[in-house]
């Protein structure tokens, strides 16, 4: 079924399928199909009713208009019968939100409210008890009876869930083909087919039919009657009318053309990043576990900061007040900075899980998604470098200037940034977070190494000096080291010099740090930013680690 339906991402396929009797063309072929997988993958922050208003304003038509969309929402909604889970928060699998009951008919709402014309279901049933399994079979029978075409697998059915279906393809183990036809009413049709083999035990009075198909066409059963019944479905007049109907499908139509859309995705790119912006934020809004987290412990760090460094940026008298106020710049970032890449990490890990089936599905491409998660970030980093900035700036006792103030304030912004960006990368080039904070992690000591803190850049050896002009963390220092005392005339005592220079002269030299360049680090550090987030969406678009 992943292979009919285009979502295979493992092994080769030989063979071909067509369509109305032209090869089938996936991108086409996605407008008009839905697909509702085994595990039911949604986003978790938002609601039942939310669920199916982006897929719909996603894959409907761009000539239907709102209110025809809200309106097919609505019908859905009726029909899969989640008008009481309207506002119903979906949450995660086994933990929040829906039972297992419920996700597997919002996954069937899902790709329902899409008006495909045929759907894809891989095994409905798999993990519900038979109350469950009943009411999302009533729900896929009620899809049928709207005229659409249902192709679905199913595991261990029950008789009411077995007779629901019209038709039915029975494989053995290896692919083999052993019945392809219709079931009949009560399952007549499949019946009368097995027991007209010789030596197939008859049915027993109310006996499940799924359950004795399948005993009665086993391995042992074939062993004993010494027969293959893959060979005996070949033979039989069943076989015949089938391939005549496969050769008769497979050769359009006179004056029938191919299935055409003018472009790949129902939507357009602005469109599409509209909707996937209108997610995010509701996404982002309802994860406080994550959003105040990062805000308690922005604020947590920058107190810690401010307490332990209370008033030392007035204290410029000789180089350990100056190397400890730096230091203090340094390490407020940097902690901040990695709580950050380090927190994101597990929400970009599920909504990624989320991206896979929905652009499976012809929803969007990966770049309107890419940068509605990466927009989706800013508020919040905004928030709090404002938070930080007001903190450690006022009880540090940085001098009250406006523009030393905005730079520090723009180095932490940026910083924070990237950080978080960094983070999103991470996640985007490995297999889950898990593997991406382990990777992540093995760069924070060369961050800390080549930084410029421990080992001022002049120190740095020649063959290594190419890396702290690539490290993001070498640029924050200069940045804030630069803003606050690049200018500064006041003296310093330094240990074995007779003459005491200028603060702005000790960190030219022994630092390296030109008071001029603070705008060329502003660009940089904007475009660390821009690189994380650009290298997070090629990634996205590019790797896929789901395998099926």
């Known amino acids: ?49 939310e669920s199916l208003i982006y897929s719909a304003f996603l894959r409907l038509p761009k000539e239907v208009n709102k ?6 929402v609505d019908e859905v909604m ?16 086994g933990i929040t939100g829906l039972s297992t009951e419920q996700r597997k008919r919002l996954t069937v709402a899902v790709e329902l409210v899409t008006n495909p014309s045929i759907i894809f279901m891989d095994e409905p049933t798999s993990g519900l008890d038979a109350r469950a399994a009943a009411i999302v079979m009533r729900t896929v029978r009620n899809t049928v009876d709207t ?80 027969i293959d019944f893959a060979e005996y479905y070949k033979s039989s007049n069943l076989y015949q009318k089938n391939k005549a109907l496969v050769k008769e499908l497979s050769t359009p139509p006179p004056g029938v053309k191919d299935l055409y859309f ?11 990043f509209k909707s996937c912006s209108w997610k995010q934020q509701w996404t982002y809004w309802r994860s406080p576990e994550y959003n105040l987290v990062r805000f308690f412990f ?30 203090a710049m340094y390490a407020a970032v940097l902690f901040v900075g990695i709580n950050n890449c380090n927190s994101v990490q597990p929400l970009v890990a599920i909504e990624r899980t989320v991206f896979y089936r929905e652009k499976a599905a012809g929803m969007y491409s990966a770049l309107p998604y890419a940068l509605a998660q990466v927009i989706a970030e800013i508020p919040y980093v905004l928030v709090q470098s404002i938070i930080f900035s007001l903190i450690v700036y006022a009880m540090v006792g940085f001098e009250w200037m406006t523009h030393k103030f905005f730079w520090f304030f723009f180095v932490t912004f940026f910083s924070f940034l990237y950080f978080t960006y960094y983070g999103m990368m991470i996640v985007s080039i490995t297999p889950n977070h898990q593997v991406a904070a382990i990777f992540a992690a093995a760069f924070y000591s060369l961050f800390n190494l080549f930084s410029g803190f421990f080992i001022p850049r002049p120190k740095i050896p020649k063959w290594w000096i190419w890396y702290y002009w690539i490290c993001p963390v070498a640029w924050t220092i200069y940045g804030l080291i630069v803003s606050q005392y690049g200018d500064i005339e006041d003296t310093i005592k330094v240990p074995g010099m007779v003459i005491d220079p200028t603060i702005k002269w000790y960190v030219q030299h022994h630092f390296g740090y030109e008071q001029n360049f603070i705008k060329p680090i502003a660009g940089v550090l904007v475009g660390f930013a821009a690189f994380f987030a650009f290298l997070y969406a090629y990634c996205i678009r590019t790797l896929n680690f789901q395998i099926r």
């Open 1 to 49: 079924m992943d292979v009919l339906a285009g979502r295979k991402t493992s092994g080769y396929i030989e063979g071909d399928i067509r369509i109305s009797g032209f090869p089938k063309k996936q991108e086409t072929f996605a407008r008009i199909s839905g697909y509702c997988e085994q595990t039911d993958i949604h986003s978790p922050q938002v609601t039942v009713h």
């Open 67 to 72: 209110v025809e969309k809200m309106v097919f």
């Open 78 to 93: 009726d029909l899969v019968e989640l008008n009481n889970l309207k506002n119903a928060i979906v949450g995660l699998p």
């Open 147 to 226: 005229g659409r075409t249902v192709v679905c697998t199913i595991h261990q059915p029950s008789i009411d869930i077995f007779e629901a279906f019209d038709e039915l393809l029975l494989m053995k183990r290896g692919g083999q083909v052993i019945y392809s036809g219709p079931l009949g009413r009560n399952s007549q049709k499949i019946i009368e087919y097995f027991e007209a083999i010789p030596g197939v035990t008859k049915i027993k009075e109310k006996y499940n039919p799924a359950t004795w198909m399948l005993e009665a066409s086993s391995i042992a059963v074939e062993v004993r009657l010494g």
């Open 262 to 272: 003018k472009t790949q995705y129902s939507q357009s790119t602005w469109g599409q």
């Open 298 to 327: 922005t604020i947590a760090c920058a107190v810690a900061i401010g307490t332990i460094f209370w008033q030392i940026g007035r204290k410029r008298d000789n180089i350990t007040d100056l190397t400890t106020i730096i230091g």
